[in-house]
C-alpha cells in the first residue's frame, strides 16, 4: 500500500511537513530534499530516519546503512572487533572480488585527539560512538557512490555549536539509546570567613547509628542442574536432540558422556550439543574466531547467526568466546524467541552482560511477559 506521505508537489510536501513536525516543518523539508530520495519519496520515512542540526540535514548511521545496503553494492560487511578502546569493521563491495577486503578502526584515541571525549554522549555511551563513527566512516570510503556527502547526526552534532545536553540526546536519539540522567551539583556556596568559634556547653558522647547494610542479592539459579548422567539425557531430550548427535559429537571430541563429572556434562552440553551448527559441523574448531582464513571465520559466522539471529550484528570475537557459557548461551536462546518489539533490549542486554549472569536471563523472561 502506498504511503499518504509521498507529496506530488512542494505544496503537498509544506502540508505533510506541517502534519509530521509542526515546531519545524521547514527543517523537515531540508532533510526530505536532500535524502527523500534514498526513502522513495515518502516523508513519514524522512521524518523518522533524518535530522536537522543547525539547518544541516544528517542521517542515523543506521540509515546510512541501509541505503548502502539497498543499493545493490554491499557483498557484507562486519564488526570484528569492538570494546570500549576501539572498534574494527570489514566492509566488502559487491562489485569487486570477494578477496578485497576494506578495514577501520576507530579508536578513543582518536575521539580524544579530536576532542570528543568530553562531551557526554562519549562519556556515557562510548560504545555505542565508536560503532556508530567507524561505520559511518566505512560506508562513506567503501560506497561513495551510495552515500558520499551524507554525515551521521551524532557526527555533525560532535562538531557543532550546542550545548552538551543537546547533543548527547541527539546522539542517544539517532543510536536508539537512553541516557542516564547527568549527576546534580550542589551549587557553590561564597566563601565567607568563618564565625570565631564559641565554647558550647559539654554534652553526652552518642555514638553514631551504624549504616544499614542490605544484605547481598541472592544469586540468581542456573536453568538446569547436570547433577548427575541420568539428567543430562534427560535435558537433551527436553531439547529434542537425538542420542545419535550426541555420541557423534563426543567422539569427534574423544569425550565419553558416561565417565564426566557434573561439571563437565554442563561445559560439554554448552559448548558442543545445544549449538546445533557446532554438533552438526565436522570443520568447527576451537577458537575458530581466531582463524587466518576470512571466509571459514564468515562461514562459522553465518551458520550461527542462521541459529542465533539475535548476534547478527556482534562480531564473532565477542561471541565466539562466550558461547560456551551457560547464561550467556540461555540468554540468547531467550532472546532470539521473542517479540521484535523487544529486540533492542535483548541485543543491548547481551553486549553489557557478564557471560555467566544467569540474572540477564531471568531480566528477558519477565521482559517477554510485558
Keep these: 500500500m502506498n504511503s499518504i506521505y509521498i507529496p506530488k508537489n512542494l505544496e503537498e510536501a509544506k502540508e505533510i511537513a506541517t502534519l509530521l513536525d509542526d515546531n519545524r516543518p521547514a527543517d523537515l523539508l531540508k532533510c526530505h530534499a536532500a535524502f527523500g530520495g534514498h526513502f522513495g519519496g515518502d516523508m513519514g520515512l524522512v521524518s523518522t530516519q533524518s535530522y536537522c542540526l543547525k539547518g544541516k540535514p544528517s542521517l542515523g548511521a543506521d540509515a546510512m546503512a541501509g541505503i548502502c545496503r539497498r543499493s545493490g553494492l554491499v557483498r557484507w560487511w562486519r564488526t570484528v572487533s569492538w570494546s570500549v578502546d576501539h572498534c574494527t569493521m570489514h566492509f566488502t563491495r559487491a562489485d569487486e572480488p570477494p578477496e578485497i577486503v576494506h578495514e577501520y578502526t576507530y579508536t578513543i584515541e582518536m575521539a580524544t585527539a579530536q576532542g570528543l571525549t568530553r562531551n557526554r554522549n562519549w562519556q556515557q555511551m562510548p560504545?555505542?560512538?565508536?560503532?556508530?563513527?567507524?561505520?559511518?566512516?566505512?560506508?562513506?570510503?567503501?560506497?561513495?557512490?551510495?552515500?558520499s556527502g551524507i554525515y551521521s547526526a551524532d557526527e555533525i552534532?560532535?562538531?557543532?555549536?550546542?550545548?552538551?545536553?543537546?547533543?548527547a540526546a541527539i546522539s542517544a536519539e539517532s543510536?536508539?539509546?537512553?541516557?542516564?540522567?547527568p549527576p546534580s551539583r550542589s551549587p557553590r556556596r561564597q566563601a565567607t570567613r568563618p564565625p570565631q568559634p564559641v565554647a558550647a556547653p559539654s554534652q553526652p558522647k552518642i555514638d553514631p547509628p551504624k549504616p544499614k547494610i542490605d544484605p547481598p542479592k541472592p544469586k540468581a539459579e542456573p536453568l538446569y542442574k547436570f547433577d548427575s548422567e541420568e539428567s543430562f539425557w534427560e535435558i537433551v531430550e527436553e531439547h529434542s536432540i537425538s542420542v545419535e548427535a550426541v555420541n557423534s559429537v563426543a567422539k569427534r571430541q574423544g569425550e565419553e558422556v558416561a565417565s564426566m563429572n557434573p561439571d563437565e556434562l554442563e561445559a560439554f552440553f554448552y559448548k558442543f550439543v545445544i549449538h546445533r551448527s557446532v554438533r552438526s559441523s565436522w570443520?568447527?574448531?576451537?577458537?575458530w574466531w581466531e582463524d587466518d582464513r576470512e571466509d571459514f571465520i564468515e562461514a562459522i559466522h553465518k551458520s550461527t547467526i542462521a541459529e542465533y539471529p539475535v548476534l547478527e550484528d556482534a562480531p564473532?570475537?565477542?561471541y565466539g568466546p562466550r558461547l560456551h557459557e551457560p547464561?550467556?548461551?540461555e540468554t540468547v536462546r531467550q532472546a532470539c524467541s521473542m517479540e521484535d518489539k523487544h529486540q533492542h533490549e535483548c541485543q543491548r542486554t547481551i553486549r553489557y552482560m557478564e557471560a555467566d549472569d544467569w540474572s540477564a536471563y531471568y531480566k528477558l523472561v519477565e521482559l517477554a511477559k510485558t
Design 127 to 147: 560504545l555505542q560512538m565508536l560503532r556508530s563513527r567507524v561505520l559511518t566512516m566505512g560506508l562513506r570510503a567503501t560506497y561513495p557512490d551510495a552515500v
Design 157 to 167: 552534532a560532535d562538531n557543532t555549536d550546542m550545548s552538551d545536553d543537546e547533543r
Design 175 to 181: 543510536l536508539g539509546e537512553e541516557l542516564k540522567a
Design 283 to 287: 570443520s568447527w574448531i576451537e577458537r
Design 316 to 318: 564473532p570475537s565477542f
Design 327 to 329: 547464561a550467556f548461551v
